[in-house]
């Protein structure tokens, strides 16, 4: 009896079940009877399909040790700070459970993200509304949300009553018509298209959260101006400390912006310097690291392109915008680009202007009212404050320099105004600051940048370079920033 039992038991173990010849998804290393390292598997195929773009198998089956798994394991876990091993260990698959933004770390979200929008004022629209908040509520936070980014930036948001606004705000639940459909309460809470015709722009809110304008449940405000960044066509960082990193975080009400989301609102919209030194100098968060700065490419052949600082540094061109650089050798063709940190990792702020001092073979880079010292592309010491120069105490930045090599004199420019400092007596000249129109006449507007090359001064203003006869004082041409990266 007992053995036609045991019989019985071994033919119902190897009988297949009804989803034995199609498996939706199959573990194939996890051979433990405890369902746990399962469901952690499924969990994070499901995580990096969507947020590392981890290709899917055919049949559904995936492998904890193959190497396009742990590849995209070793990626997340790079971008999240951690101990890059590609083993799905406890800290891994904590920040895999952590309710977040449903936008990739890595990708593109579609096809029609572009880069920024093309003008300066940007109208939204309200949809469906959450069922959580009175619809009041919902008004004033989302008008809260996009004022986090207009207070940072020269862009204006208006509300608008049709459905042909830029951005679309609708509070949605799983399936919602766009592809990209929510999966339930916590795991993914909203997402946002970049900016774009179409669906470019529109930021839907999954509606299964528990949505609040407090601490409990999901805080509306801190999600919405998150997504609203992705509206504008910024990416996500992997600084914790910045509005645009993924995962969601309950302690963010007070100061949602750090320097770094300040620094990339303005490099993609370039407001003027006025106002971007202004919400840089109000948002007191210490500097961040290079290694943390998001991967933010820009095209750099685009007509509306403008630089903050351009200077010869060793035997290349530097060419800065927001804490992005472009290098162009003298001799060669290719341009290098990314992070200002990636080749000076000293430097984590933006350039506002730069000057090189040939017969010192020293450049300086001012951010602000401090200064670093450039020898070659290698940064010594640690910044210095502008008054090294002999400016009086109120002057905080200046908009652009340069140095005429024949007359040894670096020339400042802030606003309407300049300086002439002598660089031999190391002190400044007499009589300065003078308005910028007396001696520069067709230069009527502020200087973004300047570069001094035989003879002439090139001031970059907006995307135009003004050549200007320094000798006979009068405009000799006129022509775009981009052709100087050989656009």
Same mark, same amino acid.
């Given at each position: 009896?007992?053995?036609?039992?045991?019989?019985?038991?071994?033919?119902?173990?190897?009988?297949?079940?009804?989803?034995?010849?199609?498996?939706?998804?199959?573990?194939?290393?996890?051979?433990?009877?405890?369902?746990?390292?399962?469901?952690?598997?499924?969990?994070?195929?499901?995580?990096?399909?969507?947020?590392?773009?981890?290709?899917?198998?055919?049949?559904?089956?995936?492998?904890?040790?193959?190497?396009?798994?742990?590849?995209?394991?070793?990626?997340?876990?790079?971008?999240?700070?951690?101990?890059?091993?590609?083993?799905?260990?406890?800290?891994?698959?904590?920040?895999?459970?952590?309710?977040?933004?449903?936008?990739?770390?890595?990708?593109?979200?579609?096809?029609?993200?572009?880069?920024?929008?093309?003008?300066?004022?940007?109208?939204?629209?309200?949809?469906?509304?959450?069922?959580?908040?009175?619809?009041?509520?919902?008004?004033?936070?989302?008008?809260?949300?996009?004022?986090?980014?207009?207070?940072?930036?020269?862009?204006?948001?208006?509300?608008?009553?049709?459905?042909?606004?830029?951005?679309?705000?609708?509070?949605?639940?799983?399936?919602?018509?766009?592809?990209?459909?929510?999966?339930?309460?916590?795991?993914?809470?909203?997402?946002?298209?970049?900016?774009?015709?179409?669906?470019?722009?529109?930021?839907?809110?999954?509606?299964?959260?528990?949505?609040?304008?407090?601490?409990?449940?999901?805080?509306?405000?801190?999600?919405?101006?998150?997504?609203?960044?992705?509206?504008?066509?910024?990416?996500?960082?992997?600084?914790?400390?910045?509005?645009?990193?993924?995962?969601?975080?309950?302690?963010?009400?007070?100061?949602?912006?750090?320097?770094?989301?300040?620094?990339?609102?303005?490099?993609?919209?370039?407001?003027?310097?006025?106002?971007?030194?202004?919400?840089?100098?109000?948002?007191?968060?210490?500097?961040?690291?290079?290694?943390?700065?998001?991967?933010?490419?820009? *095209?750099?052949?685009?007509?509306?392109? /403008?630089? +903050? &600082?351009?200077?010869?540094?060793? $035997?290349?061109?530097? %060419? !800065?915008? @927001?804490?992005?650089?472009?290098?162009?050798?003298?001799?060669?063709?290719?341009?290098?680009?990314?992070?200002?940190?990636?080749?000076?990792?000293?430097?984590?702020?933006?350039?506002?202007?730069?000057?090189?001092?040939?017969?010192?073979?020293?450049?300086?880079?001012?951010?602000?009212?401090?200064?670093?010292?450039?020898?070659?592309?290698?940064?010594?010491?640690?910044?210095?404050?502008?008054?090294?120069?002999?400016?009086?105490?109120?002057?905080?930045?200046?908009?652009?320099?340069?140095?005429?090599?024949?007359?040894?004199?670096?020339?400042?420019?802030?606003?309407?105004?300049?300086?002439?400092?002598?660089?031999?007596?190391?002190?400044?000249?007499?009589?300065?600051?003078?308005?910028?129109?007396? *001696?520069?006449?067709?230069?009527?507007? /502020?200087? +973004? &940048?300047?570069?001094?090359?035989? $003879?002439?001064?090139? %001031? !970059?203003? @907006?995307?135009?370079?003004?050549?200007?006869?320094?000798?006979?004082?009068?405009?000799?041409?006129?022509?775009?920033?981009?052709?100087?990266?050989?656009?």
């Amino acid at each position: 009896m007992h053995v036609m039992l045991l019989l019985c038991w071994i033919l119902v173990l190897f009988m297949p079940g009804p989803g034995f010849t199609a498996p939706t998804f199959t573990p194939v290393e996890e051979s433990t009877t405890s369902p746990e390292p399962q469901v952690d598997l499924k969990l994070a195929a499901d995580y990096l399909q969507h947020y590392y773009n981890l290709q899917k198998d055919p049949l559904g089956r995936v492998k904890r040790s193959g190497p396009s798994f742990v590849s995209k394991v070793k990626d997340m876990q790079i971008f999240f700070g951690l101990n890059a091993t590609g083993v799905l260990d406890a800290e891994t698959l904590e920040v895999m459970k952590t309710p977040r933004c449903g936008v990739p770390d890595v990708e593109e979200y579609s096809h029609i993200q572009g880069t920024r929008w093309n003008k300066n004022v940007i109208t939204y629209s309200i949809g469906r509304y959450t069922r959580d908040l009175p619809r009041s509520t919902v008004d004033s936070t989302i008008d809260s949300a996009f004022s986090v980014w207009a207070r940072a930036s020269g862009l204006t948001f208006v509300r608008s009553n049709t459905h042909n606004a830029d951005i679309m705000v609708e509070f949605v639940t799983y399936a919602h018509g766009d592809m990209y459909p929510f999966d339930g309460p916590r795991g993914t809470l909203a997402h946002a298209f970049g900016p774009g015709i179409g669906v470019g722009g529109d930021t839907h809110f999954d509606d299964d959260e528990h949505w609040t304008a407090g601490e409990t449940g999901f805080n509306l405000l801190v999600v919405a101006a998150h997504e609203f960044g992705h509206a504008l066509g910024l990416k996500h960082s992997n600084n914790p400390e910045s509005l645009m990193y993924p995962t969601y975080k309950t302690s963010r009400t007070v100061k949602l912006l750090s320097r770094e989301d300040v620094a990339n609102i303005n490099a993609l919209y370039s407001p003027l310097r006025v106002h971007q030194n202004y919400a840089l100098r109000n948002l007191q968060t210490p500097l961040l690291s290079g290694r943390l700065f998001p991967r933010l490419m820009h *095209d750099r052949c685009a007509p509306d392109l /403008t630089f +903050d &600082a351009v200077s010869t540094l060793g $035997d290349a061109t530097f %060419f !800065f915008r @927001g804490r992005y650089l472009w290098i162009k050798h003298n001799t060669q063709s290719d341009i290098k680009e990314g992070p200002i940190t990636n080749f000076m990792p000293k430097i984590e702020t933006s350039i506002d202007a730069a000057f090189l001092v040939p017969r010192r073979s020293t450049a300086y880079l001012i951010h602000e009212s401090m200064f670093w010292t450039v020898k070659g592309s290698l940064v010594k010491g640690k910044p210095r404050p502008l008054t090294h120069f002999g400016f009086p105490p109120w002057v905080q930045d200046v908009d652009a320099a340069v140095h005429i090599n024949k007359m040894g004199r670096t020339l400042f420019f802030m606003h309407d105004i300049y300086w002439s400092y002598n660089e031999n007596r190391r002190v400044m000249d007499s009589g300065y600051p003078k308005y910028i129109s007396e *001696d520069f006449p067709g230069v009527n507007t /502020t200087i +973004d &940048a300047a570069f001094y090359k035989e $003879d002439f001064i090139h %001031f !970059f203003v @907006g995307p135009q370079v003004y050549k200007f006869d320094y000798i006979h004082k009068h405009i000799v041409g006129i022509e775009t920033a981009i052709s100087w990266l050989g656009c």
